[in-house]
């Protein structure tokens, strides 16, 4: 899985998470999001990064999959690449 892992990072090229996990105010609910990539869905935790932010409002994304937990515990996709889905997360078993 290490080799896989290092393959996939060298298509992205790029060396930041390709995931991004950001929340308002309510990191635990945050956590259990990124607990159900990693439980669920296989996906490694090198490939999800975490951070707080003042507004999902503010957001301009523009990330391979950046997601944003709102106070009243919405979650809204701020950006998404559909290749980056369908092409490189599917080596990872979904449910």
């Not at 391979?64 to 515990?73: E, R």
Request: charged fraction near 25%; aromatic fraction near 10%.
């Amino acid at each position: 899985m290490k080799f896989v892992t290092s393959l996939f990072f060298l298509s992205l090229g790029v060396h930041a998470s390709p995931i991004r996990i950001y929340h308002e105010s309510e990191e635990g609910r945050a956590r259990i999001v990124r607990e159900i990539f990693l439980q669920q869905y296989f996906i490694p935790e090198d490939l999800i990064a975490m951070e707080n932010v003042n507004d999902c409002g503010d957001l301009k994304g523009q990330g391979k999959l950046d997601l944003c937990l709102k106070n009243n515990g919405d979650l809204l996709v701020v950006s998404v690449d559909r290749g980056f889905i369908y092409e490189s997360l599917k080596i990872f078993q979904a449910p």
